[in-house]
């Protein structure tokens, strides 16, 4: 595979704090360079700005970079987001409390990746003119947007993967994250949407039981049995993100991004919940345990399901939780109607309070759409948001064009962030197209940058004109 190609696993020394003069620590910033596919000198660079996770998951999971380094001539970079993997800023520390966790901002990150970019163009022989694209999926396709935006002399052009750079206050409606959950669910079988708004009831119901609780724990093997209510009201939500995740990782095709799945997960799950409504609560829920196991027993590995987990252990999910308790405030809400949730208001108080609790900080509701301009970008250029109809994050993505040179590129077929996987043969057209006009973009703002510093125009043997 692809990632054999790697040639270096490299620290950079990066300061801890970039904004204040106080603490003048640094910390070793991991990142991965692959040169193989490099035309040296001035061959483009494709940088991956790392999310909440460790980087060589990411780099496993990213293979579109992989596939067009070859065409474009490019070095690739995964650089890792501090907090997370092993560029800890106060090794095991850094995560003891507010004071360590204090530098694990959006900002600083953007900083190290600038910093980092500056320092290889000049250590890297041949590297010097060599324009540089910023690519990330998620909150890493945020953080190439926001990159583009911030850093224009760094990077030439961005492509912002299932990035919802709207999912903050007042930008989107919160509640439509969970209306495109429900759609996919709706669409992958008969009665599926419905059979899963009705299991809260039941749940309800057989939790106010002893013997309830004990069968509940039973039919979904639970590692830990249900003793309490809110033992029960936390598996809603465990069940609730087994959904949502679900409508994540809805590829065409077997998969491990999230968990190991089967093609299309949602129409496996599906044929566990096409009841129609005569069925008893126990025989709905009999179902919605089948369901569950698709998405956490496909390798028939699993002794026991464990509400505490949903996903990867590669993510950072404390590290993300305070991101989210501090600049990332991300409103999200269901009514029961238009989605199949229970509905629950966006409660930022409560929010906020069990940040307080937790971390000692109360996230700052506007910030985001103060420091990276929320709805007004249109004076910004060369950033690319692709979404898939699919990914519950499209919506709070940017789904529509801006201007000319901020794009957006729908793939009505696909999940979260397709576009950066490795092509596959069961792969929707939708997907492909997306692939190949991402990379004319990359062409384009390459030749404007060799234009403007007057290098090479020709890059690579498969170069082609875009206008
Ligand atoms: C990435 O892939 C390599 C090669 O298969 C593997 O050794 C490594 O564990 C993977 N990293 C993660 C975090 O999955
Ligand atoms: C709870 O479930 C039992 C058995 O299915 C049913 O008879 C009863 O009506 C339900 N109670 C409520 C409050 O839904
Ligand atoms: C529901 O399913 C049962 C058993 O498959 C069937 O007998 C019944 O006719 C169905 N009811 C409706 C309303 O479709
Ligand atoms: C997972 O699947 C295997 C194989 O089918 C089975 O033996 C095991 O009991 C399942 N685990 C759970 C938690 O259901
Ligand atoms: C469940 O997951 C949590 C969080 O990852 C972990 O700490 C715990 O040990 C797991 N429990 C079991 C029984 O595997
Ligand atoms: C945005 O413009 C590009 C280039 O014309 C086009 O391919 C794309 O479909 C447009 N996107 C949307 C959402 O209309």
Redesign the pocket.
């Known amino acids: 595979m692809h990632y054999l190609l790697l040639n270096f696993f490299f620290f950079f020394c990066s300061q801890i704090d970039h904004f204040g003069f106080l603490q003048d620590g640094t910390f070793k910033q991991r990142y991965l360079v692959a040169d193989k596919h490099w035309h040296q000198p001035d061959g483009p660079i494709l940088f991956y700005t790392g999310n909440e996770g460790d980087i060589t998951w990411f780099c496993n999971n990213t293979g579109f970079m992989w596939e067009v380094a070859e065409q474009l001539g490019a070095m690739l970079v995964f650089a890792e987001h501090r907090y997370y993997g092993e560029s800890l800023p106060f090794g095991q520390a850094s995560y003891s409390d507010s004071k360590h966790l204090n530098y694990l901002t959006s900002e600083q990150a953007l900083a190290d990746f600038a910093v980092l970019i500056e320092n290889l163009k000049s250590t890297i022989p041949g590297a010097r003119n060599s324009p540089v694209i910023a690519i990330g999926g998620s909150y890493g396709g945020m953080l190439s947007a926001w990159f583009r935006m911030k850093y224009p002399n760094v990077v030439i052009g961005a492509l912002a993967a299932s990035a919802p750079i709207w999912q903050f206050p007042d930008m989107v409606p919160c509640g439509d994250f969970y209306k495109v959950v429900t759609q996919d669910f709706a669409k992958s079988g008969d009665n599926c949407d419905a059979n899963i708004r009705r299991s809260w009831?039941?749940i309800?119901?057989?939790s106010?039981s002893a013997s309830?609780l004990q069968w509940l724990s039973e039919e979904f093997s639970l590692c830990t049995p249900l003793k309490n209510n809110n033992d029960a009201v936390s598996f809603k939500s465990w069940l609730q993100e087994t959904w949502v995740n679900l409508a994540m990782v809805d590829y065409p095709y077997e998969a491990n991004f999230l968990q190991p799945l089967p093609a299309w997960p949602i129409q496996v799950v599906c044929k566990y919940l096409n009841f129609n409504s005569t069925v008893?609560?126990?025989q709905l829920l009999q179902g919605v345990a089948q369901a569950a196991k698709v998405y956490y027993n496909y390798t028939g590995n699993s002794p026991c399901l464990n509400t505490s987990q949903t996903a990867t252990g590669s993510l950072g999910a404390l590290g993300w939780f305070f991101q989210a308790c501090t600049e990332m405030v991300m409103p999200m809400c269901t009514d029961g109607v238009q989605d199949m949730f229970e509905p629950e208001e966006w409660n930022f108080q409560a929010f906020s309070d069990e940040c307080n609790s937790v971390f000692g900080v109360r996230p700052r509701a506007d910030w985001a759409g103060t420091v990276y301009g929320g709805k007004k970008i249109g004076s910004h250029s060369n950033i690319i948001f692709s979404n898939g109809g699919l990914d519950p994050w499209s919506a709070g993505g940017v789904t529509s064009n801006i201007t000319q040179s901020l794009v957006s590129i729908l793939i009505p077929d696909g999940a979260h962030h397709l576009d950066l996987r490795y092509s596959n043969k069961l792969d929707p057209p939708s997907v492909r197209d997306a692939r190949a006009l991402e990379l004319k973009y990359f062409q384009k703002w390459i030749r404007q940058a060799q234009k403007s510093t007057g290098t090479r125009p020709s890059i690579s043997k498969n170069w082609k004109m875009f206008t």
Do not use: H, I, R, V
């Open positions: 009831k039941a309800n119901n057989l106010s309830g008893s609560d126990y």
